[in-house]
C-alpha cells in the first residue's frame, strides 16, 4: 500500500510538470526599471500567471492594512505586480495576452516569449503602449544588491538631507526600521520603488525616492525656446514650461509684449513643480518695478553651522544668487544657500497680470506664487497650492542608481517657512472655470 501511493504521488507530481510550467525573467521597462518576473503557464487550460515576489504588497503593507484595502477592494493581489490571462503556443513562440495589474492599477498586457527573450508591451489609461522587454534568468534571486544600496541611502541622506531635525523625528526613524526589516527581501527595482513609496507616506519630506539613473534625472543642458500665446488682441499668455531660461530669452520674450502692445499678461503655472530658480528670479524681474531680495534656499552647509534663519538684510554677504553662468545645476547642496535677488530692467511690464495655480503648483512656483502675492504684482486665480518648496536633487548611489532628496528649503525674507502651508489664489476657480473667469475680466 505504502508503495502504491508513493508511486501515485510521483504520478502526480509528473503530471502537474507536465500540465504547467514554471520560469523567471528579468523584465525591463522603458525607463530601465527592472522586474523580475516568475511565469507560470497551465498547458491544460491556455491560461498564465506573471508575478513579482510573492506576498511582497502584503508584506509591505501590513496583514491588516492590506486585509481592508482587499476588503474596500482598493487591492487584488497580495503581490506588487500580478499579470494574468490566456497562453497559446505558435512555432515555437509562447503569446500571452491579459491584464497587467499594478497596485489598484490594471492595463491591458501582450507579450511573447521565444527562447530566452521576452518581447512585450502594456496599454495606459490613453491608449498608449509601454515596452517590456527581457530575458530568462536562472532562479528568482534579487536583481540587485537591495540591501547594501539601501545602507548607502540612508549613510547619504544623514548627511545632505536639507534639515537634520527631520533626521530625529518619529516618522524617520519609524521609517528607518520598516525599510531595514524588508530590505533583505526586496527582488527588484519596482518593488524597491513601492518600498519607498508607500513607506514614505508619512515623511516630514519629500520627494524621497531611490531611482534608476537616466536622462531625465540627470542635468539637462538643452535650452528651449520660450513660448508664448495670443489670447486676445490684448492678452498674451505665458505657459510655465517654457518660461526663458536665460537673459537673452526674457529679453526677446519681452520684445514681443512691447511690440505688440499687450495689455494683460496670463501665466499659468498650474501643475508645475520644475522651474528652475533662475527663471523665477528672470521672470519676477520682469514683472517687477522695484528692487528686492524675495526668499533664500538653506542647504545642509547652512543648518549643520547655524541655529537661525539669516536676515535679507545679510543675504549677499552670506549667499550667491541664482544669476550667473556658475550656477552649478544639479549641486545646489554645495552651497550653504542661494538668494533670490530680483533687479528689475527697462522692459518691466505694466499691465495687469494673472497668475494661475492648482493643488500641484509646487517648488520654485510655489515661491513665485509666494512672492507675487505678496507683492501685490499679479491677481492670484485657481486653487491653493501643494505646500511643497523644497528643491530636490539626484546624488549618485553608484553606477546605476540615484537617491532623490530634498537639498533646499525655501525661506521667506521674514524668516517664515512655506512647507506644508500652501498659498491660497486671490480668486478661487477650478478646472475650466479658471480661464472662463480670466477672459471675462480682460
Not at 7 to 25: D, E, G, N, P, R
Not at 74 to 79: A, G, S, T
Request: proline share 5%; aromatic share 12%; net charge positive.
Amino acid at each position: 500500500m505504502t508503495r502504491f501511493r508513493i508511486v501515485l504521488l510521483s504520478f502526480l507530481v509528473l503530471q502537474s510538470y507536465l500540465v504547467s510550467s514554471q520560469t523567471y525573467w528579468k523584465i525591463e521597462n522603458e525607463h530601465g526599471d527592472e522586474i523580475l518576473l516568475t511565469i507560470e503557464v497551465n498547458k491544460e487550460k491556455n491560461t498564465f500567471e506573471a508575478y513579482s515576489r510573492k506576498d511582497a504588497l502584503k508584506d509591505l503593507a501590513g496583514i491588516f492594512t492590506y486585509t481592508l484595502a482587499k476588503a474596500a477592494g482598493k487591492l487584488k493581489y497580495p503581490e506588487i505586480v500580478f499579470i494574468e490571462g490566456k497562453a497559446q503556443t505558435k512555432n515555437d513562440t509562447l503569446i500571452l495576452n491579459g491584464n497587467f495589474n499594478y497596485f489598484d492599477k490594471q492595463f491591458l498586457f501582450s507579450a511573447s516569449v521565444s527562447s530566452n527573450y521576452f518581447n512585450g508591451k502594456y496599454l495606459d489609461s490613453r491608449g498608449n503602449p509601454h515596452p517590456l522587454k527581457g530575458a530568462k534568468v536562472a532562479d528568482s534571486r534579487p536583481i540587485k544588491d537591495y540591501p547594501s544600496m539601501i545602507t548607502a541611502a540612508f549613510v547619504m541622506t544623514e548627511k545632505t538631507l536639507v534639515n537634520p531635525v527631520w533626521l530625529k523625528s518619529e516618522e524617520w526613524l519609524d521609517f528607518k526600521k520598516k525599510v531595514n526589516v524588508l530590505k533583505i527581501r526586496i527582488s527588484d527595482d519596482y518593488e524597491l520603488a513601492a518600498t519607498y513609496f508607500w513607506l514614505g507616506k508619512k515623511l516630514p519630506f519629500s520627494p524621497y525616492e531611490i531611482t534608476k539613473t537616466r536622462p531625465h534625472n540627470k542635468v539637462n543642458k538643452r535650452r528651449n525656446q520660450a513660448g508664448v500665446r495670443e489670447l486676445k488682441a490684448n492678452t498674451i499668455l505665458f505657459d510655465a514650461n517654457s518660461l526663458p531660461v536665460n537673459q537673452r530669452e526674457m529679453d526677446s520674450l519681452a520684445l514681443i509684449v512691447t511690440q505688440r502692445r499687450y495689455q494683460n499678461l496670463i501665466i499659468d503655472i498650474r501643475g508645475n513643480n520644475r522651474l528652475t530658480p533662475l527663471t523665477a528670479n528672470l521672470l519676477i524681474s520682469y514683472l517687477s518695478d522695484q528692487p528686492f531680495n524675495a526668499g533664500v534656499y538653506l542647504t545642509r552647509k547652512w543648518c549643520d553651522h547655524n541655529s537661525g534663519i539669516p536676515l535679507a538684510r545679510d543675504y549677499p554677504k552670506l549667499f550667491k544668487t541664482f544669476n550667473g553662468s556658475d550656477f552649478p545645476e544639479g549641486e545646489l547642496y554645495s552651497e550653504p544657500g542661494w538668494y533670490i535677488n530680483i533687479t528689475p530692467g527697462d522692459n518691466a511690464f505694466k499691465g495687469k497680470v494673472y497668475l494661475l495655480t492648482d493643488s500641484k503648483t509646487s517648488k520654485v512656483a510655489e515661491m513665485i506664487t509666494y512672492v507675487i502675492k505678496g507683492r501685490k504684482i499679479a491677481t492670484i486665480v485657481g486653487q491653493k497650492t501643494a505646500g511643497l518648496t523644497v528643491l530636490a536633487g539626484n546624488q549618485k548611489l553608484n553606477s546605476e542608481y540615484d537617491l532623490m532628496l530634498p537639498e533646499c528649503d525655501f525661506y521667506t525674507p521674514e524668516g517664515k517657512n512655506l512647507n506644508k502651508i500652501g498659498i491660497e489664489p486671490d480668486i478661487s476657480k477650478s478646472g475650466d472655470e479658471v480661464m472662463k473667469y480670466i477672459l471675462s475680466v480682460i
